[in-house]
């Protein structure tokens, strides 16, 4: 059975990179007549040129928590040497994970996935426009809470955030002077709701990026970045620092409480 699961995994990260954005491409056509005018009489002139667009798989991943210790381990061995960190000390303090890999990778990484018992529970497809970025996943805050985390500084912060989501931002654009590279950047971020509007009237948060879970990398298509929780930060009691803090909001689900999430973006295709 195991072999079986890393065989579809690998068959499964093939076809993202065979396939990703090609099915976006392939629907270029005229379109559908509206009142004797085809859309594609609509489209931009051909002196007129589109930004370059890249495509990105996001796999979401769950895992229970009884396994955060082996998935420290594994992350390990994973490279970094590609990963520029931000803040590596604040990075680490709180409790996030990242690693790089690429397609010679990809039966090791089935092979860890095995291992930690890890089920994918969702993927996505993400097309990023230079210059402008998405999100890779998201987490609501239905209501005004007290949001902690560990500054460059090495102390606790805490912030009170209005109703939004906490996320992690993805941007990305091709690098001039590398033909099929792109330079990519990956942060959390906290983003106000709509409900939210009073916030900077309660002197709130409004849309917050935070350095200190910040990654820059250059990825080509089969290139993988993982991230993942290493637990919450704790304070001196061994307990978390605060009910809510950004590890907890980016990788735990309220209604799994004993289960914690990881994401792996992966790199599909790149137009420039």
């Not at 969702?122 to 209501?143: C, F, K, P």
């Not at 990305?172 to 590279?181: K, L, Y």
């Not at 792109?182 to 917050?208: C, E, W």
Request: with cysteine.
């Amino acid at each position: 059975m195991y072999l079986m699961n890393r065989i579809c995994f690998i068959i499964l990260l093939f076809s993202a990179i065979v396939v990703g954005g090609c099915d976006l491409a392939a629907r270029k056509d005229d379109g559908a007549p509206i009142g004797g005018i085809k859309l594609g009489h609509l489209a931009t002139g051909s002196d007129e040129k589109t930004p370059p667009q890249l495509y990105f798989r996001v796999f979401t991943f769950e895992l229970p928590t009884e396994q955060i210790d082996l998935l420290q381990q594994a992350f390990k061995l994973m490279s970094k040497r590609q990963i520029q960190f931000a803040e590596r000390d604040a990075f680490d303090a709180n409790g996030f994970l990242a690693g790089f890999g690429n397609q010679a990778d990809w039966p090791k990484l089935s092979a860890e996935l095995d291992k930690l018992a890890a089920r994918k529970t969702a993927t996505r497809n993400l097309v990023v426009y230079q210059a402008a970025g998405d999100d890779i996943a998201v987490t609501l805050l239905n209501s005004t809470e007290e949001v902690a985390w560990i500054d460059a500084g090495g102390k606790v912060k805490r912030d009170r955030f209005a109703v939004g989501r906490f996320t992690w931002m993805l941007k990305a654009q091709p690098m001039e002077s590398i033909r099929g590279v792109a330079q990519v950047q990956i942060m959390p971020a906290y983003r106000l709701g709509s409900q939210g509007f009073f916030a900077n009237l309660a002197h709130m948060r409004d849309d917050t990026p935070f350095s200190v879970g910040e990654l820059k990398l250059r990825m080509s298509p089969g290139d993988y970045l993982l991230v993942a929780s290493a637990g919450e930060p704790v304070g001196l009691d061994g307990r978390a620092i605060a009910p809510f803090t950004i590890n907890r909001l980016l990788f735990y689900s309220a209604d799994r409480p004993n289960t914690v999430r990881m994401y792996m973006v992966l790199c599909a295709r790149i137009e420039d």
